[in-house]
């Protein structure tokens, strides 16, 4: 058995798109002001975590997330791609509601969770799944034995909570993707073992995450 690879994964602090409930996608949206705090109590509540390697999506929420724990750390960010969110082609940039009113079919589709389905000029769900756990066991096996910060966004963590509980993609989901929450995976023998998810007591005393 090979040793096991500690992955702390943080989702971005909070955009004014998330509280406007609208479909970033690979947008490169900045953080709001309460994102920049959030990004700050996830640093501090991470100082201590002996981390040896900070990754980031190179999208800016997720970045500017990660300066701040890479500030407390003294760690360089690296900027994988491979962590992006998924593409959304057409639907970036509207709110549900306004996807829903332009393509109801593409919508429906959406919200069952076709596997097999992307938006015009985005990615099918099963080719995002792919990207990003591909390129989660390939950091992890990079550091054996290690911890590792993985900065990213709600649909990334979506696909890494769903490989290491084995749950299918078009299965609806039952648990939070909170900004900036804290969540911890182990990685071992090629394989993805949840440990921890949302952990947001750090946030505590801020207001509440009215994102999706």
Do not use: K
Not at 87 to 103: P, T, V
Not at 122 to 133: A, P, S
Not at 144 to 165: E, F, I, K, N, S
């Amino acid at each position: 058995m090979n040793e096991a690879t500690r992955l702390v994964v943080l989702r971005h602090g909070e955009t004014d798109w998330n509280v406007g409930q609208r479909i970033q996608g690979q947008l490169d949206i900045g953080l709001n002001a309460h994102g920049r705090w959030q990004a700050g109590r996830a640093a501090q509540a991470l100082a201590d975590e002996g981390l040896q390697a900070i990754y980031s999506s190179d999208l800016a929420r997720a970045a500017d997330t990660a300066a701040a724990l890479g500030a407390v750390t003294g760690l360089a960010v690296r900027p994988e791609p491979g962590l992006r969110e998924r593409a959304f082609g057409c639907f970036e940039g509207l709110s549900f509601a306004e996807i829903q009113q332009r393509w109801p079919e593409q919508a429906q589709r959406w919200r069952r969770r076709d596997p097999d389905w992307g938006a015009d000029g985005g990615e099918r769900l099963t080719d995002f799944y792919r990207r990003v756990v591909d390129t989660v066991l390939a950091l992890a096996a990079r550091h054996p034995g290690q911890a590792l910060a993985l900065v990213a966004h709600g649909g990334v963590l979506d696909c890494l909570y769903r490989a290491a509980t084995r749950i299918a993609l078009d299965a609806p989901r039952s648990w939070t993707l909170g900004n900036a929450s804290i969540n911890r995976l182990l990685h071992a023998d090629g394989a993805l073992v949840l440990v921890g998810w949302n952990d947001a007591g750090h946030l505590e005393g801020g207001r509440d995450d009215p994102g999706a």
